[in-house]
């Protein structure tokens, strides 16, 4: 599959385990953002997203965080799976501009 | 339903070439994004159409252009390739304009400059 960052941060997790990646965005106007998942050979799947007049949101199995005071996003996975191992961007909006910003991305791996 | 679509999937190209690649959104979509990834770079946003038209775009050099048809289909265009070009190329489809409307991408299609 193709390599989509060979110098990216890694988090290593043991299945079953809980993972956390974290993000600091840029644009304290940014006011959407994104978590996607990219697995080698595709593209990006969009994960779950939180406005920015939430700090907490959850879906099957992930929460996004977001603090705005320190503009820090994060991603948790409950009880991580095999099929979690992937590279994992955040992305950031602002309305101003209407471009998404993604961040440089965490590779997941996960071990049995 | 199909999801997005990109052809080709791999290409080789040598430096002073130009070059097109081509999305297919998902039926019902409107608006094409496009973006380059690389290891350097992560990825960034190249421009996005919406009903034919350019909406938005990016802070790259004019040798990237693109277009989109009535279909919704889009195009993409680098003229006078750079060793720099080598990169993954997604495009994203969705049904609205605004980036708040969830994008879908596609699998890529993997640029080498030599």
């Known amino acids: 599959g193709e390599s989509v960052g060979l110098h990216l941060p890694t988090l290593s997790v043991q299945e079953g385990d809980n993972s956390i990646i974290n993000c600091a965005y840029s644009?304290?106007?940014?006011?959407?953002f994104i978590w996607y998942k990219q697995e080698s050979g595709k593209g990006p799947q969009f994960i779950i997203d939180?406005?920015?007049?939430?700090d907490k949101r959850q879906g099957q199995r992930v929460t996004v965080l977001l603090n705005k005071t320190v503009k820090h996003l994060s991603l948790q996975i409950a009880a991580t799976q095999p099929g979690d191992s992937a590279v994992y961007f955040c992305a950031e909006n602002n309305t101003d501009t209407d471009k998404l910003i993604f961040g440089t991305g965490t590779r997941l791996q996960v071990f049995p | 339903k199909a999801g997005v679509t990109q052809t080709p999937r791999y290409l080789i190209k040598t430096r002073g070439q130009q070059v097109t690649l081509s999305c297919s959104p998902i039926s019902g979509h409107r608006s094409v994004s496009w973006y380059q990834q690389t290891p350097g770079q992560g990825l960034q946003f190249l421009f996005e159409?919406?009903?034919?038209?350019?909406?938005n775009k990016g802070n790259f050099p004019g040798r990237f252009s693109g277009r989109q048809f009535s279909n919704s289909r889009s195009e993409m265009n680098v003229s006078t390739l750079e060793l720099g070009d080598s990169a993954l190329y997604l495009c994203?489809?969705?049904?609205?304009?605004?980036?708040?409307?969830?994008?879908?991408f596609g699998p890529g299609t993997r640029l080498t400059v030599t």
């Open positions: 644009n304290s106007a940014s006011d959407y």
């Open positions: 939180i406005r920015s007049n939430m």
């Open positions: 159409y919406f009903s034919e038209t350019q909406r």
């Open positions: 994203a489809s969705s049904l609205a304009t605004g980036l708040m409307d969830e994008q879908y």
